[in-house]
Nanobody, 122 residues
Framework: VQLQASGGGLVQAGGSLRLSCVASGSIFSINAMGWYRQALGKQRELVAAITSEGTTNYADSVKGRFTISRDNAKNTVYLQMDNLKPEDTAVYYC?????????????????WGQGTLVTVSS
């Protein structure tokens, strides 16, 4: 199983970016998906999460500006980021809680994408 994130880049304050993360490989089902971020010198923090039923959760700092969504048919999670601020600058990591069949058993574990850099200039 692999997660591939994309969509990061450089944007001016007030601008928008859309991150995507697609899961591939031996996947039986995907539970929660989401995004964390880590700014330089800071701890990794949860940005947004979404369950398989579509229930969402956001960090207070991004509520009203970021929107998480998913396409279950494509095993993909998105993060639409609007009205970006310099303090949103960070490496963004996607994750997915994936259930897969490893022979005789079904196992569920969290997989991580490789990280995509978002830089917001003032």
């Amino acid at each position: 199983v692999q997660l591939q994130a994309s969509g990061g880049g450089l944007v001016q304050a007030g601008g928008s970016l859309r991150l995507s993360c697609v899961a591939s490989g031996s996947i039986f089902s995907i539970n929660a998906m989401g995004w964390y971020r880590q700014a330089l010198g800071k701890q990794r923090e949860l940005v947004a999460a979404i369950t398989s039923e579509g229930t969402t959760n956001y960090a207070d700092s991004v509520k009203g500006r970021f929107t998480i969504s998913r396409d279950n048919a494509k095993n993909t999670v998105y993060l639409q980021m609007d009205n970006l601020k310099p303090e949103d600058t960070a490496v963004y990591y996607c994750y997915a809680d994936i259930r897969s069949n490893s022979g005789l058993y079904y196992t569920t574990r969290r997989y991580w994408g490789q990280g995509t850099l978002v830089t917001v200039s003032s």
